[in-house]
Nanobody
Framework: QVQLVESGGGLVQAGESLRLSCVAS????????MGWFRQAPGKEREFVAA????????RYADSVKGRFTISRDNANNTVCLQMNSLKPEDTAVYYC????????????????????WGQGTQVTVSS
């Protein structure tokens, strides 16, 4: 049974940092892109960041470029999201995700292409 377990969410003030981690179990995902989406109350789930299977191709949403950094460790089946200079508009539930397209290294990431989701971790940024 595949499980993605996120950790690292919490309540911080604007300008502070958080680091989210996601550990996958049940199978290895070394051939698949992994990433993060988020969903704020009353809004649709949106793409945040993704890293391809080798780590050689990374994509960010425009809203987080320059502030967030995604990384992965295939040996430990993990993906992390370092979030710096957090803003109140970053407040959302953050979801770890595994893309269903093997060896995908393209530009476009969509919730519709995700095969596996984590349970989500809350990030709240106060002003």
């Amino acid at each position: 049974q595949v499980q993605l377990v996120e950790s690292g969410g919490g309540l911080v003030q604007a300008g502070e940092s958080l680091r989210l981690s996601c550990v996958a179990s049940g199978r290895t995902f070394g051939s698949y892109a992994m990433g993060w989406f988020r969903q704020a109350p009353g809004k649709e789930r949106e793409f945040v960041a993704a890293i391809n299977w080798s780590g050689g191709s990374i994509r960010y949403a425009d809203s987080v470029k320059g502030r967030f950094t995604i990384s992965r460790d295939n040996a430990n089946n993990t993906v992390c999201l370092q979030m710096n200079s957090l803003k109140p508009e970053d407040t959302a539930v953050y979801y770890c995700a595994v893309d269903g397209r093997p060896y995908y290294s393209g530009y476009y990431y969509s919730a519709a292409k995700i095969d596996y989701w984590g349970q989500g971790t809350q990030v709240t940024v106060s002003s």
